[in-house]
């Protein structure tokens, strides 16, 4: 992927059921989607950035029968606590989309219906088959585990009734010629290994409606058969359309970002890679639209080594947030969960990552550099000294960083971005030590030690820059104390305006302690 400027990227993460709270491994799709957004903006583009919830579940309706509250009701209680977690998270979506909320939504999936119809591609059929409600989808004898579903391990419904059907027969050679030659992405080896292992099997159509009464009512019609409900999954995925303006008039949304050369990018989890890599591809085609130019699959992420939806056992993201602050979840989950494949959490390694590498590492360096301003500087930055062959290294290091940066977010590989950018931590704390500017400053080598100063300063305005897609609270806490230019300006070396005064402020990270780190539970 290149960045020119001006194109245009349009990112949406997957649009979640609400039958249950949301739970850290969608905090960590959020956490993907937004660091993803935010390098695009910071980088140039024009950025839409759209999240939200999938009202139109059965799995909804049967948790609302449970909890005794209408369906309508309980989506949206259940979609409030996804808002939160945006709020609390810092995610820069531009939109939440609820599909049963967004006036928009219902004209856009009928309009997709419709254009598929007129393709031809939509045709009625009696059916009997294997019906998983966690998955919302049917599956064949030879998906099965046991005669249970592979994902949820649950026992599966026999559902017979006449269904509308896509012809996705017609589709399946186009689709797999796609992500083959890269022209759809799928950033996840697994994932699109088993995509395309699907797309070179005996390919079957697809049942796209339910009959209204096992819907229980809920959802949308299918246009001119009400005795049907159009399949959720038809109707989750028109949703990046919708949020876009698709089937109205307005098309100042859906011209630039989804039929203009930007890029088109959905952050999925591995479990829904289907749906998007050969249904979504091929509903898109029938109805002569464009296809998304990426999928960036992130893989399960387990708690304790236990995979959160079969054990129950779960973290609720929020008072993690509360309590340790959004940046530190985020950088747990950025850097130690690796992008595009299974990961990890325990609060162990939570607190340990957190007093280690922001506590000591980042934070560390910035109150040590800027202590030193303080006391061998007057507080204030520096002019540029006479640089020496070991600040020269810094620079050259600091400097090669926006690139590293750049090739790892494209290669959706956050977690190296960021172990790129805490190298640099490293290498200027090592700096600083070894060009010790506290010596030079005793011993009456005045320049030299404000040179010094002045370029861990420059380093650690980088880090800072650099930092703010996967850490936005640390990095816009680091620029103010370093007065230091907007994001948005294009700067070099020697940014910082020599002469000013700066702000040590509290430590960026408090550690919490190694008892804690024994000992700490959550949620
Ligand atoms: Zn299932």
């Not at 749906?275 to 296809?291: I, K, M, R």
């Amino acid at each position: 992927m290149t960045l020119a400027a001006q194109k245009t990227s349009y990112v949406t993460t997957s649009i979640p059921y609400v039958n249950a709270n949301p739970h850290l491994g969608f905090a960590l799709e959020l956490c993907i989607a937004d660091a993803f957004a935010r390098h695009r903006r910071i980088r140039g583009r024009r950025v839409r950035f759209v999240t939200g919830t999938d009202d139109h579940s059965l799995k909804n309706v049967l948790a609302a029968e449970r909890a005794g509250v209408p369906t309508s009701q309980w989506v949206t209680d259940h979609a409030a606590a996804f808002e939160a977690l945006n709020a609390a998270l810092g995610v820069s979506a531009d939109d939440f989309q609820r599909t049963s909320a967004n006036p928009a939504h219902a004209p856009a999936v009928r309009a997709l219906w419709e254009a598929c119809a007129r393709r031809g591609d939509l045709y009625r059929k009696p059916y009997r088959g294997r019906y998983c409600v966690g998955c919302e989808r049917f599956y064949e004898p030879e998906e099965l585990d046991d005669g249970r579903c592979p994902e949820h391990e649950a026992p599966l419904e026999t559902v017979e009734e006449t269904n509308w059907f896509f012809r996705l027969s017609r589709y399946a050679g186009v689709v797999r010629e796609a992500i083959e030659s890269g022209e759809l992405r799928v950033v996840h080896d697994g994932a699109r290994e088993e995509t395309l292992a699907f797309l070179r099997g005996p390919v079957r159509d697809v049942s796209v409606s339910r009959s209204a009464a096992r819907a229980r009512g809920w959802g949308l019609p299918v246009p001119g058969d009400p005795s049907q409900v159009i399949w959720v999954w038809f109707d989750a995925l028109t949703g990046y359309l919708a949020a876009l303006g698709y089937g109205g008039s307005d098309r100042s949304r859906l011209d630039p970002f989804w039929w203009g050369d930007g890029e088109r990018v959905h952050v999925i989890g591995k479990g829904i890679a289907r749906f998007h890599a050969v249904y979504w591809p091929a509903f898109l085609e029938s109805a002569g639209l464009p296809w998304p130019t990426d999928l960036l699959v992130h893989g399960y992420l387990t708690v304790d080594g236990a995979k959160i939806s079969k054990s129950g056992r779960t973290i609720d993201p929020a008072p993690l947030i509360a309590q340790y602050g959004a940046d530190a979840v985020r950088y747990f989950l950025l850097r130690h969960v690796r992008t595009a494949r299974d990961g990890d959490f325990s609060i162990a390694r939570f607190l340990q990552a957190h007093d280690a590498e922001l506590a000591n590492g980042l934070g560390n360096l910035a109150s040590r550099i800027l202590a030193l301003v303080e006391r061998v500087t007057n507080g204030r930055v520096p002019a540029p000294g006479v640089e020496l062959a070991v600040d020269q290294e810094l620079r050259r290091e600091a400097l090669g960083l926006r690139s590293e940066v750049d090739g790892a977010v494209g290669r959706l590989s956050l977690d190296e971005a960021l172990s790129a950018i805490f190298r640099l931590v490293d290498a200027t704390n090592r700096y600083v030590t070894a060009a010790a500017p506290w010596e030079h400053a005793r011993e009456g080598r005045a320049a030299r030690a404000a040179g010094v100063l002045r370029t861990a300063l420059e380093a650690l305005h980088v880090i800072a820059r650099e930092l703010a897609p996967f850490l936005p609270a640390t990095s816009d806490d680091l620029r103010t104390r370093l007065r230091a230019p907007p994001l948005e300006a294009e700067v070099g070396w020697n940014a910082l305006a020599s002469g000013v005064p700066l702000s040590r402020g509290a430590p960026l990270f408090r550690r919490i302690g190694t008892e804690a780190s024994r000992s700490g539970t959550i949620g």
